[in-house]
């Protein structure tokens, strides 16, 4: 899969990636990470919620307990993961898309 680079994930969502694409990663991240509790914030676009949601549900399915950090932005993602003891996070956001995806 062309979405996966050295230190995230990237790619337009709906067009390179879907909601089964967003569960299928929730449930290969607690193995991955060896994680109990995942932290995950998001930005506010309009597919954020959605992937959130199937993030969320994969995650859960895979055992493991997820902190819903809200609308936030990266550096509060980081903090959070430290201060709290997190066992991962997720950061959901387009902020490396062009301008003219909107999704």
Known sequence: MGIFKSYDIRGVYGVEWDAATARAIGRGLPRLLG?????V???????SDEIFGEL???????????????????PAVYFSTAFYGFD????????????????
């Open 56 to 74: 969320s549900r994969g995650i859960t399915e895979a055992g493991c307990n997820v902190a819903d950090l809200g609308l936030c932005d990266t």
């Open 35 to 39: 994680a109990r509790d995942i932290a």
């Open 41 to 47: 914030g998001r930005d506010a676009r309009l597919s």
């Open 88 to 103: 991962g996070s997720v950061m959901i956001t387009a902020s490396h898309n062009p301008p003219n995806t909107t999704a």
